[in-house]
């Protein structure tokens, strides 16, 4: 077992969390619950603050707000001075309800609707990371009926396959996002963007994957990025002022992995760019970065409590929790592993290997593959690890079943986030009407 932050420990018998115990937290709130270190996410703002934002001149970090999207997130991010990058309306929405300044707001996705463009604009979102052509006309359309400027970061696509799972791999050339970095399809995208009257082409924008561990990938992806500034200004006379070097940071899920230091990875996104623009006797461009998981992945512990008990001789035990892939789609989604304990056996020796598997009807429905624990029973509480990441945020009512709550621990005390669902709340939207 290793625990990946600080900010969670084993001490007296049982798991703490910001130096509140686990079990009280079970008690108080029920399982299956999220559990979010603050500590945990305050240090990684912290480092985005002191080893970016402060370090550089003309740099803006922004919190990929997919990995986890709520308003106290939103609040704690807009503390820190740093931007957010939404990827939808409604994600638009809950940080302008927590008071986000929407200049800060870069409007991703790969598919914005004409309902989300005006949203957007509507409400002084400015920075779009533009896609694809139609985005182009829409943007354009929507902004002269409300006589806006938009910002326009164009996505490119730089032909390298980097990240985990194939599913978080979307640099190389066939992937939905962005433009082709070949035959100038690129190109093609910023004189169209030139051409407009209310968009003003600023800069590129880059992202690899998901979960990347080589520190070359983040190097080649800014070479490559700054020959396409070269041929930007070559072919189209304008200058790329803006890079956005995207995000995809790993974090440590299992002692197995071995992520990148945060101040390794940007230092040399850093030189790479600053070396590629002194060659040609240019000002640095203002850079942006886009991490998510890196601030809140280790934050996250869901708990659990334990069910029913299969063993099945010289196969395996399946050990069966009250949660799932309603709360944690990612294991049956990208392979992916993790680490976890008992929370009330929390010192005891770990001897039984064990599959941790959910409620959810379906055989695909698995936390955990392997793992050695205490001897398990049921009522036992099960502690996953660095579940901040794309669990939240990912979750669903699948066999309706209900959304856990969401709690927050803090230098020894804890705060009610996101209520559990109800029963109620799962036919709220529900409609008895007569045809």
């Known amino acids: 077992m290793v625990l990946q932050t600080k900010y969670v420990e084993v001490k007296d018998q049982s798991l703490f969390i910001d130096n509140v115990n686990a079990l009280s937290l079970v008690e108080k709130y029920g399982t299956p619950l999220y559990v979010m270190s603050e500590g945990h996410i305050r240090h990684q703002f912290n480092e985005l603050k002191t080893l970016f934002l402060d370090k550089y001149d003309n740099v803006l970090p922004l919190f990929a707000s997919k990995s986890f999207s709520c308003l106290q997130i939103y609040k704690i991010a807009k503390e820190y001075g740093v931007g957010i990058d939404c990827v939808s ?21 790969n598919n914005k609707t004409i309902s989300e463009i005006e949203y957007a604009i509507q409400n002084d979102v400015d920075h779009f990371v533009i896609d694809n052509f139609y985005e182009i006309e829409c943007v354009e359309k929507i902004a002269l009926k409300y006589n806006k400027t938009i910002f326009a970061t ?11 799972h194939g599913y978080i791999q979307t640099g190389h050339k066939d992937t939905k996002f962005g433009f082709s ?17 209310c968009i003003e082409f600023e800069g590129i924008h880059c992202h690899i994957g998901s979960q990347v561990f080589d520190l070359y990938a983040y190097v080649n992806a800014m070479q490559r990025f700054v020959k396409f500034a070269y041929e930007i200004y070559d072919k189209l006379g304008v200058m790329v002022t803006k890079i956005n070097a995207g995000g995809g940071y790993g974090i440590a899920y299992t002692q197995n992995d071995e992520p990148l230091d945060f101040e390794t990875i940007t230092s040399e996104i850093m030189r790479t760019i600053e070396e590629g623009y002194a060659k040609r006797g240019w000002d640095m461009p203002m850079v942006l970065i886009e991490p998510g998981r890196y601030v809140v992945g280790n934050a996250g512990v869901t708990l659990y409590t334990v069910g029913a008990i299969k063993s099945i001789p010289g ?43 959910g409620k959810i009807c379906e055989s695909a429905d698995i936390l955990i593959k392997e793992i050695k624990i205490a001897k398990p029973e ?3 509480i099960f502690a996953q690890f660095s579940t901040g990441a794309y669990h939240y945020s990912m979750s669903s009512n699948y066999n309706q079943i209900t959304k856990p709550a969401v709690v927050f621990t803090y230098q020894g005390k804890e705060k009610l986030v996101i209520r559990r669902q109800t029963f109620e709340d799962l036919t709220y939207f529900d409609e008895e009407n007569e045809y």
Do not use: C, W
Request: proline content about 3%.
């Open 315 to 357: 196969v395996r035990t399946y050990v069966s929790v009250d949660g799932g892939m309603t709360d944690n789609i990612r294991t049956a989604l990208y392979d992916a592993d993790y680490d976890g304990i008992i929370v009330n056996k929390a010192e005891e020796e770990k001897t039984t290997q064990v599959t941790i598997s």
């Open 181 to 197: 970095a070949r035959h100038g399809v690129y190109l093609d995208a910023i004189q169209k963007i030139i051409d407009t009257q």
């Open 378 to 380: 049921p009522g036992d």
């Open 89 to 109: 309306a409604g994600e638009i929405s809950i940080a302008l309800k927590a008071g986000f300044d929407p200049h800060k707001i870069y409007f991703h996705g």
């Open 154 to 164: 164009v996505r490119v696509v730089p032909g390298i396959k980097a990240g985990g």
